[in-house]
């Protein structure tokens, strides 16, 4: 069974740092990862989707990094807004069976101005 | 463009109420559907998935039910509502079994049972 990790679980920090959240997984048997953000009382967003084949994806400020063989995926954020301020999750897809994702618990982010 | 449309968006219901959330998938055909529980502080909670009309894949045994009655409608149902059905619900849309565009989320319904 996928399990999936996220540290820290949660992160102050000033406008304008750059961001480091990290997730770890069980099984490196995977079709994807998925880096969602979700806002409070909203759903989730896509962030990031980074194939298994795939090491990294970009998205203006974001970075998602993929090292499958040691379980470990990173998103890093430069140079933080405000309106950075959500939850953020990871979702590693094992292989076999349909297409469902494992959810970690998340990394709570307050960006201060 | 894919869409997905999820109502309502609140839901505040009597204990022992019967309840019905529906979701939509428009602009993709034979999507793989999903329903999702979040209660507060608590992470995500996969209920039912779903690969095709008429085809329901239970994860929790619960008070809940799950239709597919055309193949991008989804519907999370209850005959009787209990106060820990309290939650938000989400539902959640896949192009295929191996990823190809990974998941994509509705809104959300946020149900209190009082």
């Known amino acids: 069974k996928q399990e999936v990790t996220q540290i820290p679980a949660a992160l102050s920090v000033p406008e304008g740092e750059n961001l480091v959240l990290n997730c770890s997984f069980t099984d490196s048997a995977i079709y994807n990862l998925q880096w969602f953000r979700q806002d409070p009382g909203k759903g989730l967003t896509s962030l990031l989707l980074?194939?298994?084949?795939?090491r990294e994806q970009t998205s203006g400020r974001l970075n998602a990094s993929l090292d499958k063989s040691s379980g470990r995926s990173t998103l890093y954020i430069a140079a933080s807004q405000p309106g950075d301020s959500a939850t953020y999750l990871c979702a590693p897809a094992t292989t076999g069976g349909s297409y469902i994702p494992t959810f970690g618990r998340g990394t709570s982010l307050i960006v201060h101005p | 463009s894919q869409t997905i449309h999820q109502w309502p968006a609140t839901l505040v219901q009597p204990v022992g109420s019967p309840l019905s959330l529906e979701c939509t998938v428009e602009g993709t055909s034979n999507p793989n559907l999903y329903w999702y529980r979040q209660a507060a502080g608590r992470g995500l909670q996969l209920l039912f998935y779903?690969?095709?009309?008429?085809?329901i894949s239970s994860e929790v045994p619960q008070n809940l039910s799950a239709s597919r009655p055309q193949d991008r409608q989804f519907i999370l149902s209850s005959k009787k509502l209990l106060l820990s059905d309290s939650g938000f619900y989400l539902c959640?849309?896949?192009?295929?079994?191996?990823?190809?565009?990974?998941?994509?989320f509705g809104s959300g319904t946020r149900l209190t049972v009082v």
């Open positions: 959640a849309w896949s192009l295929d079994d191996v990823g190809s565009y990974g998941y994509t």
């Open positions: 980074i194939q298994s084949s795939q």
């Open positions: 779903s690969v095709g009309i008429g085809q």
